[in-house]
């Protein structure tokens, strides 16, 4: 029998309930029991062995949104005491065409010594920063997280309006000036490496 499901969606509505009978599939994702689209377009089913796969297909100009897990690039706004606010740019290597606010709060900067975290050596207004997101718990705010080493600030600009270049995992220097300023660094791995080739 075929699960209950909307034939059109829109970005993050819930399609049907996952189990092991439907499972999310190609532009969906999977959220407290539930599969729900990524994209404004068409939903498809494809049966097999008596299990569905639920598939959203977006429109030729398609509207992704931010899922759990998904790594994001964003460009920090706003950084007080307790998070950083974000305006994310892309989604993995998709850049978005609509607006969608990200916070990053202090307790997921890093994965250890939490209460230690300063937001202001962290990060600054204007860095662009590569995130995972977490699930929702506030409408219309996606929860980030930096807590991952790779994750952290991959783009920054000094006071100087000069670029800064990384030199530990907690600094980045400026290219003109040379002084230092405290940032949570990405460490980013090259892509020759992370495919394996020498």
Request: aromatic share 6%; hydrophobic share 35%.
């Amino acid at each position: 029998m075929n699960p209950k499901y909307p034939i059109i969606c829109s970005p993050g509505q819930r399609l049907c309930q996952a189990n092991k009978q439907y499972i999310a599939g190609q532009g969906t994702y999977e959220e407290l029991g539930y599969i729900y689209s990524k994209f404004a377009g068409t939903v498809k089913v494809i049966e097999k062995d008596e299990t569905y796969t639920i598939e959203a297909h977006g429109l030729p100009d398609p509207t992704i949104v931010p899922a759990p897990g998904d790594i994001i690039t964003a460009l920090v706004t706003l950084v007080n005491q307790r998070f950083a606010k974000c305006d994310i740019k892309c989604v993995g290597d998709v850049t978005l065409s609509k607006k969608y606010r990200g916070i990053l709060r202090r307790e997921e900067v890093r994965a250890t010594e939490k209460d230690r975290i300063e937001m202001y050596k962290s990060f600054r207004p204007g860095d662009i920063i590569l995130a995972r997101v977490l699930p929702m718990t506030e409408a219309h705010t996606f929860q980030l997280t930096t807590a991952e080493d790779e994750l952290g600030v991959v783009i920054a600009e000094s006071a100087e309006g000069a670029q800064m270049v990384p030199v530990s995992w907690t600094e980045m220097q400026c290219s003109k000036t040379s002084i230092r300023e405290p940032r949570k660094v990405a460490k980013v791995v090259p892509e020759d490496v992370a495919l394996g080739k020498k």
